[in-house]
């Protein structure tokens, strides 16, 4: 399915100052179609509890929490704000995990027309204090400590660094002197009307995980964002029968867009999990006899790990669309293999731009599911010569711009979105790829990951998914390492497989075995027990080619 999108580069202003990009000329077409559905959350939810109050919506432990339920207290909440003087526009902020109060808080800023700035939990002061001061929030939910870390003494140091201005309120704790997220709800027994949200307002600014360089503010309006749930509802016929597992954080796209959104939007169940464990995940499938997972390669790795060993099959399990971070093709093949009634298979998007692509929707395309990143589905994808701009024939390889109604409305700065958006709508992913097989898009790597070894462009991921099917190694990741000779090398960053032991000269005699050319042959190898990873379990590869620098540096002293 592809939906098309004329658009001038004139911006608007939001009724919350952020500079956007225009309304696409095919905005009716979007309505028309269902695409956009001119509805916030809090829209849908009215609707959903006029039809099924008792709808068991939000799933947290042990505690499940209805349609009703969660409509009284967001009520409650976006009343409470309303009466501090938050305004449609002014944007509030959440450093939570999966927690249901994150749930009440996006249902709350869509009845009060405020703009949500979820915060990943990982995150410390350098960080946060750069998001909370471009997003321009100015109220800041944190729990008081999770894992050990104590967030209401980052928050308060945040305060003072900011200003009074910024309010905080401590959920699932409490502190002299500060709100508790109980005591904002005692202050919401009102009966004033709420105002509501335009649906094409900004209805979040999320951060880029930051792999390439430094974090950017994505503005999201209720439809684009939203719009995503539709495709997935089109493509794999989600719905209220459906009960999704989301161990992603609720602060990242994939967990704002599954648990924040698709609960009101198609109807499904959802069961928050606020950390990750393979154990209470592969449990909890079994107890709530959940449908589906859509979440990173790292959580599918544990949960196949786990069932193995305790020889669950989960029978209810019908998809698992993988993404977010590298997924080896073998992965996809075993997990298919184990679980029996599962289609499962990569998918592609991004913050920017959530879905590029729809996975495979029969088992009998397995092959098709491991080895792309999925069928173009809910907007335009082209392949591109990087350099000219030039459109690429089916099968060569460039880089992958896209464009559709679920695209970003900008960026905090302006000068991003010019950088990023083209005169033609486009979005330039920094991906590198090919379409394959007719409609399927094949990520080859990314453009400031590739390795110009004598003149010549190296992509590591084909050389990463070659070394996966090694048995002596665990992952890999591969990236430039400067070199005097050639200009640069590849570096590639092994954990090995437990008792395995690996060699450069072992890679070299894989590589070569499998077919790979000499010159596309790491260089220099580092065994390391571990790799850095944003929260979805994505390789570091900014913070790898800086290792290689210094490895590098150190080297030629």
Not at 84 to 105: K, M, Y
Not at 268 to 296: E, F, S, V, Y
């Amino acid at each position: 399915m592809a939906l098309q999108l004329n658009t001038s580069q004139a911006a608007r202003r939001d009724v919350g100052g952020w500079e956007v990009r225009p309304l696409p000329a095919g905005a009716a077409d979007f309505a028309k179609a269902g695409v956009w559905s001119n509805k916030t959350v809090a829209d849908h939810l009215a609707e959903r509890v006029a039809a099924t109050p008792d709808h068991v919506s939000v799933i947290e432990g042990e505690r499940s929490h209805t349609l009703r339920d969660l409509d009284l207290e967001s009520d409650r909440l976006a009343h409470a704000l309303a009466r501090r003087g938050f305004r449609p526009g002014d944007t509030i902020s959440f450093q939570l995990p999966n927690w249901r109060e994150a749930v009440i808080i996006g249902l709350a800023a869509a009845k009060a027309g405020l703009v949500l700035g979820p915060i990943t939990p990982i995150y410390r002061d350098a960080e946060v204090g750069f998001m909370l001061r471009d997003s321009r929030s100015k109220l800041f939910f944190v729990p008081a400590e999770f894992r050990n870390f104590d967030y209401l003494a980052m928050a308060q140091r945040m305060r003072a660094a900011i200003g009074p201005e910024l309010q905080i309120v401590v959920v699932r704790g409490a502190a002299d002197g500060l709100t508790s997220y109980e005591d904002l709800l005692a202050d919401g027994e009102d009966e004033m009307a709420l105002p509501g949200a335009d649906p094409n307002a900004v209805k979040l600014v999320m951060y880029t995980s930051g792999t390439t360089g430094r974090a950017k503010g994505v503005l999201h309006s209720h439809n684009s964002l939203q719009s995503e749930n539709w495709m997935r509802g089109q493509d794999l016929k989600v719905g209220p029968r459906d009960i999704l597992y989301n161990p992603s954080p609720v602060t990242h796209v994939t967990g704002m867009l599954y648990s924040l959104c698709m609960p009101f939007t198609l109807g499904i169940t959802t069961i928050l999990a606020d950390t990750w464990d393979p154990i209470a995940c592969l449990d909890a499938l079994r107890r709530h006899k959940a449908t589906g997972m859509i979440a990173a390669t790292i959580f599918l790795e544990g949960l196949l790990e786990e069932a193995k060993r305790q020889g669950e099959h989960l029978p209810d399990l019908r998809l698992y669309l993988c993404g977010g971070a590298q997924v080896w093709p073998e992965l996809i093949r075993e997990a298919t293999a184990f679980f029996p009634n599962c289609v499962i298979s990569r998918i592609y998007g991004a913050t920017e731009v959530p879905n590029i692509t729809g996975g495979v929707t029969d088992r009998a395309d397995v092959e098709l599911g491991a080895t792309t990143d999925g069928r173009i589905f809910g907007c335009e994808a082209r392949i591109i010569d990087p350099s000219t701009g030039v459109d690429l024939p089916a099968g060569a390889e460039g880089e992958i711009i896209a464009r559709g109604p679920q695209m970003l409305i900008g960026y905090t700065h302006p000068e991003d979105t010019a950088a990023a958006i083209d005169d033609q709508g486009f979005f330039h992913m920094g991906d590198l790829g090919k379409i394959v097989h007719g409609s399927s898009i094949l990520i080859t790597g990314r453009m400031k990951d590739i390795i110009i070894r004598g003149g010549e462009n190296i992509s590591p991921k084909e050389v990463e998914d070659v070394l996966m099917g090694h048995p002596a190694i665990a992952e890999v990741a591969i990236v430039a390492m400067p070199n005097a000779r050639t200009g640069e090398i590849g570096c590639a960053f092994v954990i090995p497989a437990f008792g395995q032991a690996i060699d450069l000269g072992e890679i070299g005699r894989f590589l070569v075995a499998a077919g790979i050319a000499k010159q596309k042959i790491p260089e220099h190898l580092e065994l390391v027990d571990d790799l850095p990873r944003t929260a979805i379990g994505k390789v570091r590869k900014d913070l790898l080619r800086e290792t290689a620098r210094g490895i590098a540096a150190a080297l030629a002293s």
